[in-house]
Nanobody, 126 residues
Framework: QVQLVESGGGLVQAGGSLRLSCAASGRTVSTYNIGWFRQAPGKERTFIAGINWASGVTNYADSVKGRFTISRDNAKNTVYLQVNNLKPEDTAVYYC???????????????????WGQGTQVTVSS
């Protein structure tokens, strides 16, 4: 089993920044893909960014390229999502997921992920 805990969300003004964290515990995730997704009310959970833990290969949704950066800290078993230049349309609950597949790049399909955290709310005011 893998446990994921997200943190770092909050209320920010448009143009602001946040750093979201996804702390993993339980079984090692060093061979997993980790993905960040978001879900706004009434909408589907959509892919934002992913990282293959072993190789560091990353991929991003087109809507966040150049604004969001995913990274990992092996010592802390934590994946980060730096979110810059936030827009009101970025408002959503942000989730991290772990996919037991070791194939890079990470999948963009949320059904591919085996474990999920509880989410962290990001609200961007205009």
């Amino acid at each position: 089993q893998v446990q994921l805990v997200e943190s770092g969300g909050g209320l920010v003004q448009a143009g602001g920044s946040l750093r979201l964290s996804c702390a993993a515990s339980g079984r090692t995730v060093s061979t997993y893909n980790i993905g960040w997704f978001r879900q706004a009310p009434g909408k589907e959970r959509t892919f934002i960014a992913g990282i293959n833990w072993a190789s560091g290969v990353t991929n991003y949704a087109d809507s966040v390229k150049g604004r969001f950066t995913i990274s990992r800290d092996n010592a802390k078993n934590t994946v980060y999502l730096q979110v810059n230049n936030l827009k009101p349309e970025d408002t959503a609950v942000y989730y991290c997921g772990a996919d037991r597949s070791s194939i890079a790049p990470p999948s963009r399909r949320y059904l591919a992920y085996d474990y999920w955290g509880q989410g962290t709310q990001v609200t961007v005011s205009s």
